[in-house]
């Protein structure tokens, strides 16, 4: 099993940035992938970022590439999403997931976290 916890969400103006975390614990080893994913009301969840642990490797949402972007620091088992220049339309509950595949789909992760809200006011 794989443990994960969100935190750094909140309310912020347009323009603004905030940093998302995501924290693992357990068999940490199984999930090479750590994965990010929104939901906005009313919306289905929708895929925004991915990292391997391995490598480092990184994909984007078209919505997200350029605003968004991805670390991690393997010594404490933790992703960090930087959100740059947000917009209304980044309001969503985020969610990251571990999986073993670089997978655009939710189904490709087998482990979730319980979200974090993230508001955007214009």
């Known amino acids: 099993q794989v443990q994960l916890v969100e935190s750094g969400g909140g309310l912020v103006q347009a323009g603004g940035s905030l940093r998302l975390s995501c924290a693992a614990s357990?068999?940490?080893?199984?999930?090479?992938?750590t994965g990010w994913f929104r939901r906005a009301p009313g919306q289905e969840r929708e895929f925004v970022a991915y990292?391997?642990?391995?490598?480092?490797?990184?994909a984007y949402a078209d919505s997200v590439k350029g605003r968004f972007s991805l670390s991690r620091d393997n010594a404490k088992n933790t992703v960090y999403l930087q959100m740059n220049s947000l917009k209304p339309e980044d309001t969503a509950v985020y969610y990251c997931?571990?999986?073993?595949?670089?997978?655009?789909?939710?189904?490709?992760?087998?482990?979730w976290g319980q979200g974090t809200q993230v508001t955007v006011s214009s």
């Open positions: 997931a571990a999986g073993v595949r670089t997978t655009i789909a939710t189904r490709g992760y087998d482990y």
């Open positions: 990292i391997t642990w391995s490598a480092g490797s990184t």
């Open positions: 357990g068999r940490t080893l199984s999930s090479s992938v």
